[in-house]
C-alpha cells in the first residue's frame, strides 16, 4: 500500500501536502503512509480535522486526533462547523463545508494539495449508492481529483483496501476511533457494505467495482471532449449568460445535450451538484417544444434561433456580501471602500439607462451583482458602469468552455 500511495504521489511537485484526518482507520493511516513519505522527501505536512458539531463524541476524536499528530510531531488543526439550520440534506452539506472549510484552512497554511483517504471499498460502495439510483456515466465514473479554489484533494489510496489499511496500523501498534454510524443500517453506504462480501462469489468484488468506474471515467472524459468541441463551434456568451445555438443542441445525441444542459446550469449558478436526471430530461423537453424553463437556479428562454440561458434573478435577490468576498459562489467585486455586493434587481435595472444596450433580458440583467450604499446603486461593472469597481470570477472558477474539461 506504500507503494501505491508513492505511485499515486509520483507527479506531486509541492513543499507541503495536507491530510485530512478524522480518526477512524483509514485516515489513520493515511496520516502515518503520508508521514513517513513525506519526511523521506522533506515535505512538509500538516493534519486537519473537521468536528462537525453533529455528534457528541467528534470532539473526542478531533481530541485523539491531536495526540496522534502530537505523537508524530505533525501539525494538526481541528476545525468547527455549526452551519446546518435543520432544513435541506444534512450530510450534503455537511460534505460541502468540510471542503470548503479544509480548502480555507489549506490556503491560509501555503498547502495546495490535501490528501483523503478514500480507499477502493468507498469506491465500490459508491458505485453501488449510485448504480441503484440509477445513475448515468458521471455518477457511475472513478472518484477524481477535486479542485477548491487553488487547493486540489487527491485521493492517493483508492487502489487500497480498507482490510489493509487496517493491517498496517495493526502491525504499527496504532489505534484508532471506530465511528458507531459505520455499522448503522440507516445509511444506505452501511448497507451496500454489508452487501458486498455476498457478491464476491458471482466475481463482482472490490477490484472489479473499481475497475468499471475507471472504465467509465474514460468514457466520462471522452463525452466531456465531444461537449466541449460541440460549445466551442454552438455557444457562445453575452455577458454572463450562454447563448446555445438551438439547430445544433437539438441534433446531439441525447446524452450530449444532457451534459451541456448540466454544465451551462452549473457554471451558472456555481452549483456543485448537477440536477436531478429527470429535472434536467424535462428541460431537454422544453428546449425541445420551445417552452421557457427555469432549473437548479437557472433560467432557459428562447431568442430567435437560440436557447438563451441566464442566471435566476430570485434566486439570488437576497444574497449579501462584503467587498472582496465572494458573491453567489461565482463573483468577487473589489473597489473604493463602502457599499456591500447584492443582485441589481429592479432598482437598480431602473438606474441604468443604457441596459438595454447589451442585448440581454431584463430579468438577466437583474440578476448581475452591483455594489450598493443605504439603497443607493454605486456601479454594475458587468453593465459597464464600473465607476472604480472590479469584478473578477471567484477562486477556481474558469471561464464557460475550459471548465467543460476542468469539471
Not at 506531486?12 to 478524522?22: D, H, I, Q
Not at 472518484?143 to 496500523?169: C, I, K, N, T
Not at 466475481?203 to 474514460?218: E, K, M, P, R, Y
Not at 443542441?249 to 440536477?275: C, I, N, S
Amino acid at each position: 500500500m506504500r507503494a501505491a500511495f508513492a505511485a499515486a504521489m509520483r507527479d506531486f511537485s509541492e513543499p507541503a501536502l495536507g491530510v485530512a484526518v478524522s480518526g477512524g482507520g483509514d485516515s489513520i493511516a493515511l496520516l502515518r503512509i503520508a508521514g513517513d513519505w513525506a519526511a523521506d522527501r522533506g515535505i512538509r505536512l500538516a493534519a486537519v480535522t473537521v468536528d462537525h458539531g453533529l455528534r457528541p463524541e467528534a470532539a473526542q476524536e478531533a481530541a485523539f486526533v491531536a495526540e496522534t499528530c502530537a505523537a508524530l510531531r505533525v501539525a494538526h488543526d481541528t476545525l468547527h462547523w455549526g452551519g446546518w439550520d435543520g432544513r435541506g440534506n444534512l450530510q450534503a452539506q455537511a460534505r460541502a463545508a468540510r471542503y470548503r472549510l479544509i480548502a480555507d484552512w489549506a490556503g491560509a497554511r501555503g498547502i495546495g494539495v490535501v490528501a483523503l483517504a478514500h480507499t477502493c471499498d468507498d469506491q465500490a460502495e459508491t458505485f453501488l449508492m449510485r448504480l441503484a439510483r440509477q445513475a448515468g456515466v458521471d455518477g457511475l465514473s472513478a472518484m477524481a481529483d477535486r479542485r477548491m479554489g487553488d487547493v486540489r484533494f487527491m485521493r492517493p489510496l483508492l487502489s487500497v483496501s480498507r482490510a489493509a489499511l487496517r493491517d498496517e496500523l495493526q502491525a504499527l501498534g496504532q489505534g484508532w476511533v471506530e465511528d458507531p454510524s459505520n455499522t448503522d443500517v440507516r445509511y444506505d453506504r452501511v448497507r451496500m457494505r454489508q452487501q458486498l462480501d455476498g457478491l464476491s462469489d458471482l466475481g463482482i468484488t472490490l477490484g472489479a467495482l473499481s475497475a468499471v468506474a475507471h472504465n467509465l471515467s474514460q468514457a466520462q472524459e471522452a463525452l466531456n471532449w465531444a461537449a466541449h468541441g460541440f460549445a466551442l463551434q454552438h455557444v457562445r456568451m453575452n455577458g454572463p449568460d450562454v447563448m446555445i445555438d438551438r439547430a445544433a443542441f437539438l441534433a446531439l445525441p441525447v446524452e450530449l445535450q444532457r451534459r451541456v444542459m448540466v454544465h451551462t446550469l452549473k457554471w451558472l449558478t456555481g452549483a456543485d451538484y448537477a440536477p436531478r436526471r429527470q429535472s434536467v430530461a424535462d428541460v431537454l423537453d422544453a428546449a425541445q417544444g420551445l417552452r421557457p424553463a427555469t432549473l437548479h437556479g437557472g433560467r432557459m428562454t428562447h431568442r430567435k434561433d437560440t436557447l438563451y440561458l441566464f442566471r435566476e434573478y430570485a434566486a439570488v435577490a437576497d444574497m449579501r456580501a462584503a467587498p472582496g468576498q465572494v458573491w453567489d459562489r461565482r463573483y468577487c467585486l473589489s473597489g473604493p471602500e463602502g457599499g456591500h455586493v447584492a443582485a441589481l434587481g429592479q432598482v437598480g435595472l431602473d438606474a441604468l439607462p443604457n441596459w438595454r444596450d447589451m442585448g440581454r433580458p431584463a430579468a438577466a440583467v437583474m440578476a448581475d451583482p452591483a455594489i450598493w450604499q443605504d439603497g443607493r446603486l454605486l456601479a454594475a461593472p458587468v453593465s459597464d458602469m464600473a465607476d472604480g469597481w472590479h469584478i473578477d470570477w471567484a477562486p477556481g472558477r474558469t471561464d464557460y468552455h475550459s471548465a467543460l474539461l476542468t469539471h
